[in-house]
């Protein structure tokens, strides 16, 4: 199914928490975010991570990305790795996902930046600053920052992280990447929504931004109302996804995350919140299924654009 929004569009948006804007096309001429259609306000993006158990590599996700119609690709930096050890040029492969009409909005990352050990936090530094050179390479735009290395164990107080997180942006800023604070239900740092948000907005730089999850809000037991007191563009990328009922929120992983439509989640309500706020940024399909891995990569994405489409036009 082919989405309604055209791919030839620029997207204007908005930097950290209503300071400041961003803009970056989905391909080609350039319209504005008016042009998409009222009901689907939002680019759709495909995280590889939803195909990655069939692990046909970089250059083939992108390819079916592009024939499912989507509008980016969300990669792991991993797997960005891993193509470049097996000899891949990411010249090429920025060209590839340029010449197939996609955008690389964001990507998923996992640098130390917040853990309160000094030495560990320079080198989570360092390998920010690698990830990032490695996304510019190929046209890449932000990337997320979780509370990696402080999940087991709480980590630094929220006015401690929002000055870590300010670096990470003050790094991302030299080098064109913006790190968005990502909200990681299962951990003991930055598990809700208000967490993440309050660090993005202490930060007090112009490029600070939230990276919300449907699963994680429901992990850390975010009610999906303060979604209400996010201003649009204070959030540049989403990650969409759905969940069952059972099993229970203290035993559920990442792994029973279903398409959008198919589990309990209040999908409508969040599109509907997400658009009355001014959000036009990205839905980004962000699964983990280990049965979707076992099936044909090509219609695993399809039926999770359909599914999020659906969700999105039903949010009347």
Known sequence: MQPNLSRRELLATGLALGVGCGAGSLAGAQATPAARSPAEPFGYSLNTSTIRGQELGIVREVEIAAAAGYHAIEPWLGELDKYVKEGGSLKDLGKRIRDLGLTVESAIGFAQWIVDDEEARRKGLEQARRDMDVLVQIGGKRIAAPPAGATDKPGPDLATAAARYRALLELGAQIGITPQVEVW??????????ESTQVAMESKHPHACVLPDVYHLYKGGS??????????????????????????RGEITDAYRVYPGDGVAPLKSVVRTLRDNGYRGFLSLELFNR????????EVARTGLEKTRAVVQSAT
């Open 291 to 298: 049965e979707y891995w076992k099936q044909d990569a090509a």
């Open 185 to 194: 239900g299962f951990s003991k740092t930055l598990s809700r929504l208000g």
């Open 223 to 248: 009610d999906f109302e303060g979604l209400k007191l996010l201003a649009g563009n204070g959030v540049h990328v989403f990650h969409i996804n759905d969940y069952p009922a059972a099993p229970p």
